[in-house]
């Protein structure tokens, strides 16, 4: 028996609440490494490069994706409930999609193509990264302010 994301009645319960914080903020250690990295990418070989995102990749794997999922399998379906069509959860069910192939993107390894200079590499590896940083706070802070709240029982204005 799977544990909702909310109870029936339409509020999370404080446990719950306090599940889906702390897993906001595992997510937010995640986008400090993103944002460490594209800062300090410059500074570093490509072998030191490789490995920094490799450790990454494996944070992101660790951390993210499983939390993705979860949401999708736990969270969602009850907001979706609670709201009662599944357009509920549309759009941020689109930006799983949009971080898991930023995700991919980046797993592909050191950008570049054959000739390209380091510097041109880290131009774009960087790009990479800040593109996901930005799906990921974007992402983040739409939950924040618009779902958990509903899962919370803190209905839009005019709505039952």
């Known amino acids: 028996m799977r544990a909702p994301c909310a ?5 999370a319960s ?7 914080s702390h897993r906001h903020r595992d997510i937010d250690h995640v986008l400090e490494r993103i944002e460490a990295l594209g800062e300090m990418s410059g500074n570093l070989d490509a072998p ?9 990749l494996q944070g992101v794997g660790d951390t993210l994706l499983p939390h993705l999922e979860w949401e999708e399998t736990v969270c969602y379906p009850d907001l979706e409930r609670l709201a009662g069509t599944p357009w509920a959860t549309r759009v941020l069910r689109i930006q799983h999609e949009q971080l898991r192939q930023a995700i991919s993107i980046l797993g ?7 000739g390209a200079s380091l ?8 790009a990479r990264l800040y593109r996901l940083h930005a ?4 992402h983040l802070e739409q939950e924040e302010s618009v779902a958990l709240p509903f899962l919370d029982g803190d209905r839009v204005a005019g709505t039952a």
């Open 135 to 138: 799906l990921l706070y974007a």
């Open 108 to 114: 592909t390894g050191l950008p570049g193509q054959e």
């Open 119 to 126: 510097h041109q590499r880290t131009a774009e590896l960087r």
């Open 7 to 11: 109870v029936p009645g339409g509020a």
């Open 14 to 20: 404080r446990a719950e609440r306090q599940t889906l």
């Open 48 to 56: 030191e490069l490789a490995n920094a995102l490799h450790i990454l």
